[in-house]
Every structure is written in structure tokens, then in C-alpha cells.
């Protein structure tokens, strides 16, 4: 296969990397490492992808490293040809069965249009047919003409080969490449994958990029997939393949067609359900949003700067750094106002560019979108840029732009105020209805059970509002705690109100202890040892009489949901609330367990036996009563 050409002889002055480069380039002393990408439904692998690396231990061994080196003397199509030919001989000499994935800019994709017709026949004649080749396109440049590129796409396609594209919700987040490009596979960036185990606003982006998939007719590849759990949400979802460190690492030897992968989380039939990250919910750093834009230092002339924004339609700002330290940046609009005047640039062409520079705002990468909101927002009587300068401890890093610090801040509010409770920080109404429906369209069995403080509102009036927020947070903390993660839910409706979602096998062991854990605390909220004695303390109702309000006690109540049993959460909620009153009729603390006959796909099914058990905790409650045995569905 001869898809590569000699590349021109070395510049004299050549950096040592630059060297060593076309010398690896020139011997042919590269080599590939194939990650494979696992098929959910299968069970195995479905395809891999080919990564370059250069020689163990060396300066050029990672691809950032190679392609850096290449960049700076503009080879960097040659070494993209030629690291797509490593990958396709070696490929080839493992007589592997699996479909190819190779990394190609959108500028050495056009550039290798005259080379399909002997492409097509060097792959035939070492046994790898195109049909098995996906170009994944990465995102080196913008693209300003889409009929070209669909022409240049449109042959790749012709000869057989496959399109996918890179990193999608990153570098791809334009919707519009993804409508021209059409391809047949489109990779989520590790970005979404990352947390989507306890992240919902991360599982909702996944289902809407599904959703986009599944009208362009593509197929959805997640990256970065590291843990069992994000195995499972990802399959939960209906995204087939997935590929990072939880499912293979890359490794010079393909595994072949037959050799089945058994991820553990692929085999649980269980649904998993995002959990509370066990810190808090996380505040994102700055660093998030750097932009590396490489700097000019501050003898550059304004001529050279002009010719940057010139050349560069997408350039906006120039950060202008001396010895590592920011001191200035340059805004295209700047430059090009004082030029535009007569004779302007003539004059002040060949003068430094510090001459024309703004001075720039700094903040470390380690602070939060927070932080440097606040510190932007508490500026006054400045003219602020759309841009500022991110450093690490001092030294310069990249760009963020304020439009995207407000977004991220914009997303963070939208966030928590329909996804969290700000007091307890548990998910909110809208989660809680969605992790119900998912349940209930995956025909998995599970309990829902109401969480509710009886006697909380005089307790809220005698004690005031501080203990019983303490009290809600306690109580969120408890449920928490008895959970299991990822097979339980826990969700706070708002006020005194718990909802939780449970498909463990001991679920009714884990309500009593909550009922019991909150019954032995209860002194540290009654602080007053005459109202414990009396089992509450005197108030006045809504007329202004005189009553006595018992102390407050926890009542739970719980539906059994049994697969094909109710249409959608509305259903539940509505089946909750009577659960709840029952409950509530209890004295004290108590369990009720409703049961019923359900109608399941046009039969009645007597589930888990007599409808309206009760099921009281053994503190402060009526005498035990009738035991709630496991779901067999539901198994940990």
C-alpha cells in the first residue's frame, strides 16, 4: 500500500523533535495500538480504533507530541497519511475481522481525493475491503464550503468507506456538520460520558444526541467509558457501542472477531439510576473553558499581527505574552478601527504591538466559574473585552470568553433550579418523574415510597424554621444513606416530602431502618426533656384553641410497581398519595405497604398478595404486622 510520499528534506535549522520526526517519518518507524469498541447487544467487540504512537520511552512516543512536532514544520497531512497507512498494514497482518477506525482532518481528507482509485486497490489486495474503513474526522479547521466537502465525502463513500465524526458536544457541537456530514457513526465526547452516572443534565444531553441519531440514521459510539455504571446508564439509553478504559485499553494485538467481552455491568438487568455525587454536587473549574490561542510576544509588530487576524477568519483576540506571563490582548476589532484610519497603518505598521494591546484580566485555571463570575461581575467603571486571560500559578494557558462563562453560569442556575432541591441538593420533581418513567418503560419491577414527616408544622412553629430545615436534611441524609447506589433513587419533592425508588431486594429492610434511625435522633431536634416526656407539647390551631401536637414521626407509604402495572409516573404518584394518607393514619412512625390486584397487559395479577398491608416500623408503632417479602424482579 503507497499511500505515502517522501516528504521535503529538513530545514538546517530544524528543532531536535523536528529531526527525529523525519527520520521516524523517513524509516517508516512508527507504530499503531488498536482500542476495540464494544457491541452492548452483542457482547463483544464490534470494531477498534487505530492510535498512532511513535517509539516507547522517546520524546515522539504520544500523538500530540508527533503531530506538534509535524506542525511546525507543516507536514502534518504527510505524517496523517502516513499514520493511517501504519495502521491499515498493520491491521492487514493481523487478518482481524473487525471494522477499522482511522483519524483524518477534513484538510488531508480532501487532499487525498486523486489517491481513492489506488487506495481502493492496495486495500483489496491485503484482504481488508473499504467497507470495513471509517474515517473518523477530527476538527483541525472550520469548514466554510459544504458542497465540496459532501463531493469529497460522497467519493470516500462510493468506494465503500464509512464516515463517523469525532467528539461530538465538543469540537462538533454545531449541529449544522452533523446535518451536511450525514455520517454513519457519531462519537459523544468523554465530556458527557464523564459522571453521567450522577449527572442527570449529562444523561439528558446523551438522550438528545440519540434522538438527533436516530433521525439522521447514525449510529452513537460513547468515549471515555471508565466505569461499570456508565456502562449500564449508557445502555439504559439505548447507545449500542462504547469505548474507553472500562472496556479495553489500546494495545498493539486486535482481539479477534470470536473473543466475546463480558463487562459485568452489561449483564445486570437492573436499570441504574443516577446517584448524588458523595461530595456535593461538583462547581466546574475555569480551565473548562481554555481555548489555547497561541500568543505573540511584545516586540511583534502590529503588521504581523494584522496578518494573523487576516489569514485567520475564526481569530478574534491575540494574547500577547513575554516570558510566559500574559501582559496584554489584542481584539481584531481594536486593531483593525486604529488601521482603518488614513495612513494608520503605514505609520504604525512596523511599531509594537503593546502600543495597540488592552490589559488583560487573569484567573488561575483552579477557579470555579464561580468565582470568576463574581470577580467580574464586582468590576466597575471598566470597559470589559469578551475575553480574559486563564494562567497557571502566573504563567499563560489559553482564553476563555465571558459569552461562555455566562452560559456555563446560565446552565448551572437552569440546573439547579429544576433539578435540585436547594436544601437537601437531591434531585428535584422533574429527575424524579424521569427516573420513575425509565423504570416503568424498562419493565423492571420496583417500589416507590412516599417519605413524609407527620406533625412537622407545629413541631416547625414551637422549634422554628432552622431545626426543621435540619430536620428535612437529616431525614434527606438518612434515606441516603440507607440506599443502595445507583439501585435506589432518593428525590426530595420539596418541604417535608421524600420520594424513593427502590429495585433493591431488601428494600423494606432499608425503609425501617430509616424509620428506626430517625426515631433514636429525634431527641437531638426536641431539645425540651418535658415535651419528650409528654410526647409533644400544647399549641394552637387554626381557630386559636388550644391542642396538643404530637411529636413528629415519619410515615412511609409504598406501591409495589410491578412491570406492564401502570402507564407512567402520573399513575404512580396518583397510587403514592393514597399509600401516604394510609400511612399517615398509623400512629407514629409506619410502614404501609399497598397491594392490590393491577391490571397487566389484559389480565388481573394479584401481586405480592392482600391488597393493603401494613407493615408499622417496631418503634412507636402499632404491633408488627404483615411482612412484605422481596421483589422477585428486582435482584441485587
Known amino acids: 500500500m503507497n499511500i505515502y510520499s517522501q516528504g521535503d528534506e529538513i530545514a538546517a535549522d530544524a528543532s531536535p523533535h523536528s529531526r527525529a520526526l523525519r527520520s521516524l517519518m523517513d524509516d517508516r518507524g512508527l507504530h499503531a495500538v488498536y482500542q476495540p469498541i464494544f457491541d452492548v447487544r452483542q457482547g463483544r467487540h464490534f470494531a477498534c480504533e487505530a492510535l498512532i504512537r511513535g517509539p516507547e520511552n522517546s520524546a515522539l512516543h504520544t ?15 504527510e505524517l496523517e497519511w502516513l499514520a493511517v497507512e501504519t495502521a ?48 473518523e474526522l477530527t476538527e483541525n479547521e472550520s469548514v466554510t464550503d459544504f458542497s465540496d466537502l459532501q463531493e469529497t465525502l460522497q467519493d470516500f463513500r462510493r468506494i465503500g468507506i464509512q464516515i463517523a465524526m469525532d467528539d461530538m458536544g465538543e469540537g462538533f457541537s454545531n ?135 487576516e489569514h485567520q477568519s475564526a481569530l478574534n483576540i491575540v494574547p500577547v ?25 503605514e505609520l504604525y505598521g512596523k511599531r509594537p504591538c503593546t502600543m495597540v494591546m488592552d490589559r488583560p484580566l487573569l484567573f488561575d485555571e483552579a477557579q470555579s466559574v464561580q468565582e ?9 467603571g471598566i470597559e470589559l473585552c469578551d475575553s480574559f486571560v486563564i494562567t497557571r500559578q502566573g504563567r499563560y494557558r489559553g482564553i476563555g470568553f465571558l459569552r461562555e462563562l455566562m452560559a456555563i453560569i446560565t446552565d448551572m442556575q437552569i440546573r439547579a433550579a429544576r433539578y435540585a432541591n436547594p436544601l437537601t441538593q437531591l434531585p428535584g420533581n422533574v429527575p424524579i418523574n ?121 410515615s412511609i407509604g409504598c406501591v409495589i410497581v410491578p412491570p406492564g402495572a401502570f402507564a407512567s409516573h402520573h399513575d404512580v404518584s396518583a397510587a403514592l398519595s393514597e399509600a401516604k394518607k394510609e400511612a399517615k393514619r398509623i400512629p407514629g412512625s409506619a410502614l404501609f405497604v399497598e397491594r392490590r390486584q393491577y391490571q397487566v397487559r389484559g389480565a388481573l395479577q394479584d401481586y405480592e398478595g392482600a391488597p393493603g398491608a401494613v407493615s408499622p416500623a417496631p418503634a412507636r408503632c402499632v404491633p408488627a404486622g404483615t411482612f412484605v417479602g422481596p421483589l422477585p424482579c428486582c435482584e441485587v
Open 63 to 77: 500523538p500530540a507530541a508527533l503531530f506538534a512536532a509535524a506542525a511546525s514544520e507543516q507536514w502534518t497531512h
Open 88 to 135: 491499515i498494514l498493520q491491521f492487514a497482518e493481523q487478518h482481524c475481522a473487525l471494522r477499522l477506525f482511522v483519524n483524518m482532518s477534513i484538510g488531508c481528507l480532501h487532499a487525498s481525493r486523486k489517491r481513492l482509485v489506488a487506495v481502493r486497490q492496495d486495500l483489496l489486495r491485503l484482504g481488508v475491503p473499504p467497507s470495513r474503513i471509517v474515517i
Open 175 to 309: 449541529l449544522r456538520m452533523w446535518s451536511e456530514v450525514r455520517p454513519e457513526f457519531v462519537k459523544i465526547d468523554r465530556h458527557f460520558v464523564s459522571g453521567i452516572d450522577t449527572d442527570p443534565l449529562k444523561l439528558h444531553f446523551v438522550r438528545a444526541m440519540h434522538e438527533i441519531a436516530d433521525a439522521c440514521g447514525s449510529a452513537l459510539i460513547a468515549e471515555g467509558v471508565e466505569t461499570g455504571t456508565q456502562l449500564a446508564v449508557l445502555r439504559d439509553l439505548g447507545i449500542v457501542y462504547l469505548q474507553g478504559f472500562g472496556i479495553a485499553r489500546p494495545a498493539r494485538i486486535i482481539p479477534p472477531l470470536s473473543h466475546r467481552a463480558h463487562p459485568t455491568a452489561a449483564n445486570d438487568s437492573r436499570l441504574v439510576l443516577p446517584s448524588r455525587p458523595a461530595n456535593g454536587p461538583r462547581m466546574p473549574r475555569i480551565d473548562q473553558l481554555l481555548h489555547e490561542v497561541p500568543p505573540v510576544s511584545p516586540d511583534t509588530d502590529n503588521d504581523a499581527v494584522y496578518r494573523l487576524f
Open 321 to 345: 505574552v513575554a516570558k510566559g506571563q500574559p501582559v496584554g490582548l489584542i481584539t481584531r476589532s481594536a486593531l483593525i478601527d486604529r488601521f482603518a484610519r488614513p495612513f494608520r497603518r
Open 372 to 380: 470568576v463570575a463574581q470577580a467580574i461581575g464586582s468590576l466597575r
Open 434 to 554: 424521569e427516573q420513575m418513567d425509565r423504570l416503568i418503560e424498562a419493565e423492571l419491577g420496583f417500589v416507590a415510597a412516599y417519605c413524609d414527616l407527620d406533625h412537622f408544622k407545629p413541631y416547625n412553629d414551637t422549634y422554628g424554621y432552622q431545626r426543621g430545615d435540619r430536620m428535612i436534611q437529616q431525614l434527606g441524609a438518612l434515606l441516603t444513606e440507607a440506599t443502595a447506589d445507583h439501585a435506589d433513587f432518593v428525590g426530595h419533592v420539596g418541604g417535608d416530602d421524600f420520594i424513593v425508588l427502590l429495585q433493591s431486594r431488601d428494600w423494606e429492610t432499608r425503609l425501617r431502618r430509616v424509620i428506626d434511625e430517625f426515631d433514636a435522633a429525634l431527641p437531638q431536634h426536641v431539645t425540651n426533656a418535658m415535651h419528650l416526656a409528654a410526647g409533644g407539647y400544647c399549641g394552637e390551631d387554626r381557630r386559636g384553641q388550644a391542642v396538643f401536637h404530637p411529636l413528629p414521626a415519619l
